[in-house]
Nanobody, 124 residues
Framework: QVQLVESGGGLVQAGGSLRLSCAAS????????MGWFRQAPGKEREFVAA????????SYADSVKGRFTISRDNAKNTVYLQMNSLKPEDTAVYYC?????????????????WGQGTQVTVSS
């Protein structure tokens, strides 16, 4: 089984920054894609960013492109999401995800493993 534990969420003013971390443990697979989704109140869960095992491929939602950066440290089984220039519309619960495959996908359907989520609140 896989366990994903997020950290780094919190309250920040608009224009500020936060860095989310997600530590994976258990059966993490020899090659995987890790990423982040988010869900705001009353809205569907949406793709934010994902990164391939080798970190040579990344994908971002248009709404965060240029402001968020995803990275990973395979020695630590950890993925990061650096969030800059935060906006009130970035307020959501952020979920770390993993899929046992080399292809980056942007649908919740393709991710079997999910963390418990961490709250990010951006005040105006």
């Amino acid at each position: 089984q896989v366990q994903l534990v997020e950290s780094g969420g919190g309250l920040v003013q608009a224009g500020g920054s936060l860095r989310l971390s997600c530590a994976a443990s258990g059966r993490t697979f020899s090659r995987n894609v890790m990423g982040w989704f988010r869900q705001a109140p009353g809205k569907e869960r949406e793709f934010v960013a994902a990164i391939s095992w080798s970190a040579t491929s990344t994908s971002y939602a248009d709404s965060v492109k240029g402001r968020f950066t995803i990275s990973r440290d395979n020695a630590k089984n950890t993925v990061y999401l650096q969030m800059n220039s935060l906006k009130p519309e970035d307020t959501a619960v952020y979920y770390c995800v993993m899929r046992d495959d080399i292809m980056i996908m942007r649908s919740t359907y393709h991710y079997k493993y999910w963390g418990q989520g961490t709250q990010v609140t951006v005040s105006s």
